[in-house]
C-alpha cells in the first residue's frame, strides 16, 4: 500500500500543497437525495469500518477492508460537502508514520520471540488478542489515509 500510495503521488502532476481538491461534482450538480442521504449513511459507514477494523482478529476482515469503507466515508464527505480541506501532506506524513510504528512492532516481536517477525510477543493469555487488535487498528488507519490520498490524487488529476 505505502508502495502504491507513493507512485501515485509521485506520477501525478499536481502539487501536494494544495489544501483541498477540486471535486468533480459540484454542490449546484449534486443531487439533493444523494447529499441527504449519504449524510445519514457516513455515520453508520464509519462505526461499520471501525468494527470491521477491531473485530478484524475473530472475524472476516480486519485493518484493510475496515480501512477501505473508512476511506470510502471519508471520501463521500468531500463530495457532499465541497467547503471540507484535505491536506494530502499531512495525511501522507501519517501514513509514513504509521508504517513505520507496524515495522517497529515487527522488530520488536523478531527481537523477543527467537526471530519471528510479526509474531505475537504477549505471553499473558488473557491479552493476546491485544496485539491483533492494535496490528488491525495501525493497518486499518494506514489503509484509510492511504486510499483517501490516491483517490484525491485522482480527483486532482481529472479537474
Known sequence: MLIAVSGVMWISQH???EKNASFMIDKQKTPELFVTFSRLLYPLMLMFGFYVIINGHT?????????????TAILILYYIDISKTLDVKLILNIEKFLFMALILIGGISYFTTGGYLFTNFINNPDYKAVYLIVLNVLIGIKVALGLTAIFTAFLKEGR
Open 59 to 71: 472475524s472476516p476482515g480486519g485493518g484493510f477492508q475496515g480501512g477501505a469503507i473508512v476511506a
Open 15 to 17: 502539487s501536494i500543497q
